[in-house]
């Protein structure tokens, strides 16, 4: 039902083959995330699934390299879209939103063999032929832990400049956000103005110095920026205590997943990302009761 309203067509061309539709390669996708397995081990134990090959009704199993294919071509926007229809599923009104960032790493190398290498050929950290690392922002609800919105991106780049496209998706997906809540890693009067001219919605991120305000006539500095400042007089530390929450949802997608993305590209790695962040949204929808 969520590839439907996500406006994804059967067949990206009238001149396809038709033999494997666009909906089934997609939960495909979402299944291989959900299981933890490569394109090859995918169809291995596809195989044995005869529920999965009769509810996608694919009349056999698809090659790895369809899959590959099918990524390189697959509209990131889809996803996204996808991605906020299963959240609409179990989310109520007035969204008390929690945002942060965490890591995938690019390479199951182990910190041994990039120690060793750097030892016998005498190699920096940075020169060691190992991938980086990609780097995901998700918005959650805390609430029903489902992930709202979700971003990823290829560089170590700071967290609040990624808060833009997580507001974005947040406005065209349609939530009715009433506060947001970050670390001090989002302490910045553009992220407070961003958000609350955006969505309309209150925020509620520490500022780096959460000193007393300061006093008429006192030598103390004041905290620039007119919603940084209000931080020190409004905070409310109860409601703070949720931000937690997102940090439970990083964990849970690393654990039951994988904290490793095998993607080659930036293309292929976001929609790894994104592929993941539905499978968490579906396993929530299933647990809280609600028909997928």
């Not at 997943?257 to 993607?263: E, I, K, N, P, T």
């Given at each position: 039902m969520?590839l439907?309203?996500?406006?994804?067509?059967?067949?990206?061309?009238?001149?396809?083959?038709?033999?494997?539709?666009?909906h089934?390669?997609?939960?495909?996708?979402?299944?291989?995330?959900?299981?933890?397995?490569?394109?090859e081990?995918?169809?291995?134990?596809?195989?044995?699934?005869?529920?999965?090959?009769?509810?996608l009704r694919?009349?056999?199993?698809?090659?790895?390299?369809?899959?590959?294919?099918?990524?390189?071509r697959?509209?990131?926007?889809v996803?996204?879209k996808?991605?906020?229809?299963?959240a609409?599923?179990?989310?109520?009104?007035?969204?008390?939103?929690?945002?942060?960032?965490?890591?995938f790493?690019?390479?199951n190398?182990?910190?041994h063999?990039?120690?060793?290498?750097?030892?016998?050929?005498?190699?920096?950290y940075?020169?060691?032929?190992?991938r980086?690392?990609?780097?995901?922002?998700?918005a959650?609800?805390?609430?029903?832990?489902?992930?709202?919105?979700?971003?990823?991106?290829?560089?170590?780049?700071?967290d609040?400049?990624?808060?833009?496209?997580?507001?974005?998706d947040?406005?065209?997906?349609?939530?009715d956000v009433?506060?947001?809540?970050?670390?001090?890693?989002?302490?910045s009067?553009?992220?407070?103005?961003?958000?609350r001219?955006?969505?309309?919605?209150?925020?509620?991120?520490?500022?780096?110095?959460?000193?007393?305000?300061?006093?008429?006539?006192?030598?103390?500095?004041?905290?620039?920026?007119?919603?940084?400042?209000?931080?020190?007089?409004?905070?409310?530390?109860?409601?703070?205590?949720?931000?937690?929450?997102?940090?439970?949802?990083?964990?849970?997608?690393?654990?039951?997943?994988?904290?490793?993305v095998?993607?080659r590209?930036?293309?292929?790695?976001?929609?790894?990302?994104?592929?993941?962040?539905?499978?968490?949204?579906i396993?929530?929808?299933?647990?809280?009761g609600?028909k997928?």
């Amino acid at each position: 039902m969520a590839l439907i309203a996500a406006g994804l067509p059967r067949y990206s061309s009238y001149y396809s083959n038709h033999v494997y539709d666009d909906h089934a390669k997609v939960s495909l996708l979402v299944l291989r995330q959900h299981l933890d397995v490569s394109y090859e081990e995918m169809t291995d134990v596809l195989g044995s699934m005869n529920g999965v090959i009769r509810a996608l009704r694919i009349r056999s199993i698809p090659d790895p390299s369809t899959l590959r294919k099918f990524v390189k071509r697959l509209d990131p926007d889809v996803l996204d879209k996808v991605l906020w229809h299963t959240a609409k599923a179990v989310c109520n009104e007035q969204l008390i939103v929690a945002v942060d960032a965490t890591g995938f790493s690019c390479s199951n190398a182990s910190r041994h063999y990039v120690r060793r290498l750097r030892e016998l050929k005498g190699m920096t950290y940075s020169e060691a032929p190992v991938r980086g690392y990609e780097k995901m922002t998700i918005a959650v609800d805390t609430s029903t832990l489902s992930i709202l919105a979700a971003d990823s991106c290829s560089s170590n780049i700071s967290d609040y400049k990624r808060i833009g496209p997580i507001a974005d998706d947040m406005e065209k997906a349609g939530y009715d956000v009433k506060c947001v809540i970050a670390d001090k890693g989002y302490d910045s009067e553009q992220v407070h103005r961003y958000l609350r001219e955006h969505l309309h919605c209150e925020t509620l991120i520490p500022a780096r110095k959460m000193s007393e305000p300061a006093v008429s006539g006192s030598k103390r500095r004041r905290t620039s920026g007119f919603y940084r400042g209000l931080m020190k007089f409004f905070f409310d530390p109860v409601t703070y205590k949720r931000r937690s929450i997102v940090e439970s949802v990083n964990s849970m997608i690393k654990r039951k997943m994988s904290d490793v993305v095998y993607g080659r590209t930036p293309r292929s790695r976001h929609a790894e990302v994104l592929c993941r962040c539905i499978a968490h949204n579906i396993r929530r929808m299933l647990s809280l009761g609600v028909k997928v």
